[in-house]
């Protein structure tokens, strides 16, 4: 069988590397392009029909480049799937994972733990907005309880590379701390917060934090397999330099294989 294409995962910052991180771990999307698209970022501050002309964007960047389109955005992953472009079939493109269908699959794989749990899914103020993720809790599990949280001062300083771990005060932002103290699973439903997440984790080692981008690896549909690990990057508007994107994914990511 001949290789495939390389994947390509867009987000609005760097952080959808977070997503990236977990695909090669598994073995899949060894090779892939990955777009930062800063010059739209933030998202969740734009109306619907703008979210929705990103949506469009990114799915003809996506043709032009790849077979498979990671949209490693949960702003974005909502407002596809409020659309109902997630049920159509993309021209050039066999398949779109986004983190809608990320989440999902969290929710089947790890139901015996979500369960009659507390949960707090924390986002941005767009995804905290939404009622979607709290729905597809709710409707597959008994769980006890579902809230959801914007950690947004923590989401900016991760995106724009300005955040330093091992520091409690960095991370505890926009009263995480005390929603985190009575709740039973976190999720990180930003691509941002799994980069925090061993902070967190130090901080609360009571409470089990889950990771919807890191289910995206496993519904990515098989084909060649190229054994070596390469990215390219691209990053549009000028909040973070690319040579900074750059030299953040090689030490993030443990290859010199980027571009």
């Not at 969740?44 to 032009?64: P, Q, S």
């Not at 939404?130 to 309880?145: C, F, H, K, N, R």
């Not at 934090?209 to 549909?221: I, S, T, V």
């Amino acid at each position: 069988m001949a290789d495939s294409k390389p994947i390509f995962i867009a987000d609005t910052c760097i952080c959808g590397l977070s997503v990236l991180k977990s695909m090669w771990e598994s073995g899949s999307a060894n090779e892939a392009v990955f777009m930062a698209d800063y010059a739209i970022n933030p998202l969740g501050v734009k109306d619907d029909a703008a979210i929705a002309e990103v949506a469009g964007n990114w799915l003809a960047t996506a043709a032009e480049l790849s077979d498979t389109l990671v949209i490693a955005c949960n702003t974005l992953s909502i407002r596809f799937h409020q659309l109902g472009r997630s049920e159509q079939v993309h021209t050039g493109l066999r398949q779109v994972v986004s983190m809608v269908d990320g989440f999902k699959a969290m929710v089947k794989l790890e139901a015996e733990r979500l369960a009659d749990s507390k949960v707090l899914v924390i986002g941005t103020q767009y995804t905290s907005r939404q009622p979607l993720y709290a729905d597809i809790l709710g409707s597959a599990l008994p769980v006890t309880e579902v809230s959801t949280i914007p950690a947004t001062t923590l989401e900016r300083n991760i995106a724009r590379l300005r955040y330093a771990g091992n520091n409690g005060g960095s991370v505890l932002t926009d009263g995480l701390g005390e929603a985190l103290a009575n709740t039973d699973v976190a999720v990180l439903a930003c691509t941002c917060f799994p980069m925090a997440r061993i902070e967190l984790e130090a901080l609360f080692p009571d409470v089990l934090f889950l990771d919807p981008g890191a289910y995206c690896a496993g519904l990515l549909k098989k084909g060649g397999t190229k054994q070596t690990r390469k990215l390219t990057m691209r990053v549009t508007g000028d909040a973070v330099q690319k040579e900074q994107a750059v030299e953040f994914a090689k030490t993030y990511l443990g290859s010199d294989l980027i571009a």
